[in-house]
């Protein structure tokens, strides 16, 4: 077949829907916005709705600047990335994260403008997207309120500074098999750049690693994440390592460098 006829066959491939594939289910949130967001997310990709993928969030938010959310798709088995997003935020994606050596769950806070739907997306490694999700209530205007980080004088002496905690995994024998739950806040103002005169000023990239070098997870952030972002992972450091780094950068330049402490020899406890 020459190349004339084969774009032909393409072509009527394509305009046939008994050709095309199936279609995507309907959104079970009905949003106004998914097929806007669909095509920007996840290309040509396969999606389904799946229960399997756990979306934990207040019901309605009390705070619209920092909503607690933790994303679940241990249920999946493996997973290559995750996508946190709210519908009808301003900037949608609240972050991407990949659990290179983790569990695919993480917890986090994020700024809400409005009502939205809440969701995340889990690709296995067949490349299908899985999507859970529920609906947030919120008197909104998280997005757009200037960060309480800015009334102290000195805050930009703290910007990039990381508490960080991590816990020895439980039970009896445990091991470089299990996983080690880890928490770290970063100072930041996460600002969303939509108060006018105010660019936008927040964390783009975090990589946590263990004390081989090697990474763990790698986080995509965006504006929507709460000023001073905490995130709760779970991961699994090489046997023998007393602390995970974490380095990142902001969207000014700045650096995030820091060690949070293992307090037991990874591996070696009883």
Same mark, same amino acid.
């Not at 934990?56 to 705070?63: I, L, M, R, S, Y």
């Not at 659990?99 to 409005?114: D, G, N, S």
């Not at 009896?172 to 108060?195: I, S």
């Given at each position: 077949?020459? #190349?004339?006829?084969?774009?032909?066959?393409?072509?009527?491939?394509?305009?046939?829907?008994?050709?095309? /594939?199936?279609?995507?289910?309907?959104?079970?949130?009905?949003?106004?916005?998914?097929?806007?967001?669909?095509?920007?997310?996840?290309?040509?990709?396969?999606? =389904?709705?799946?229960?399997?993928?756990?979306?934990?969030?207040?019901?309605?938010?009390?705070?619209?600047?920092?909503?607690?959310?933790?994303?679940?798709?241990?249920?999946?088995?493996?997973?290559?990335?995750?996508?946190?997003?709210?519908?009808?935020?301003? !900037?949608?994606?609240?972050? #991407?994260? =990949?659990?290179?050596?983790?569990?695919?769950?993480?917890?986090?806070?994020?700024?809400?403008?409005?009502?939205?739907?809440?969701?995340?997306?889990? #690709?296995?490694?067949?490349?299908?997207?899985?999507?859970? /999700?529920?609906?947030?209530?919120?008197?909104? /205007? /998280?997005?757009?309120?200037?960060?309480?980080?800015?009334?102290?004088?000195?805050?930009?002496?703290?910007?990039?500074?990381?508490?960080?905690?991590?816990?020895?995994?439980?039970?009896?024998?445990?091991?470089?098999?299990?996983?080690?739950?880890?928490?770290?806040?970063?100072?930041?103002?996460?600002?969303?750049?939509?108060?006018?005169?105010?660019?936008?000023? !927040?964390?783009?990239?975090?990589?946590?690693?263990?004390?081989?070098?090697?990474?763990?997870?790698?986080?995509?952030?965006?504006?929507?994440?709460?000023?001073?972002?905490?995130?709760?992972?779970?991961?699994?450091?090489?046997?023998?390592?007393?602390?995970?780094?974490?380095?990142? #950068?902001?969207?000014?330049?700045?650096?995030?460098?820091?060690?949070?402490?293992?307090?037991?020899?990874?591996?070696?406890?009883?």
């Amino acid at each position: 077949m020459n #190349r004339h006829l084969a774009a032909a066959a393409l072509l009527a491939a394509l305009s046939n829907p008994a050709l095309a /594939g199936p279609p995507d289910p309907a959104d079970p949130l009905a949003s106004v916005m998914w097929d806007v967001l669909r095509p920007e997310l996840f290309g040509t990709a396969p999606v =389904q709705f799946d229960d399997r993928v756990i979306v934990t969030a207040p019901d309605n938010a009390e705070n619209a600047a920092a909503v607690p959310v933790m994303a679940d798709a241990t249920a999946l088995g493996a997973v290559e990335e995750m996508v946190l997003f709210a519908d009808l935020n301003p !900037f949608p994606v609240i972050l #991407r994260f =990949q659990p290179l050596a983790a569990k695919p769950v993480i917890a986090t806070r994020f700024k809400v403008q409005q009502a939205t739907p809440l969701r995340a997306a889990a #690709r296995t490694p067949d490349g299908v997207w899985h999507i859970g /999700g529920k609906l947030l209530d919120a008197a909104g /205007g /998280g997005c757009t309120a200037p960060p309480a980080t800015y009334a102290a004088a000195d805050w930009a002496d703290h910007v990039g500074e990381v508490q960080g905690r991590a816990w020895a995994p439980s039970g009896q024998g445990a091991g470089e098999d299990k996983a080690t739950r880890v928490r770290f806040l970063v100072r930041h103002p996460m600002d969303t750049g939509l108060v006018a005169g105010i660019p936008a000023y !927040f964390i783009e990239a975090l990589t946590l690693r263990d004390a081989d070098g090697r990474a763990l997870a790698r986080l995509q952030t965006a504006e929507p994440l709460s000023e001073n972002p905490v995130f709760t992972l779970e991961v699994q450091p090489a046997a023998g390592g007393r602390s995970l780094t974490l380095d990142g #950068r902001d969207n000014q330049g700045g650096e995030v460098k820091a060690a949070i402490p293992l307090p037991w020899v990874q591996g070696a406890l009883p």
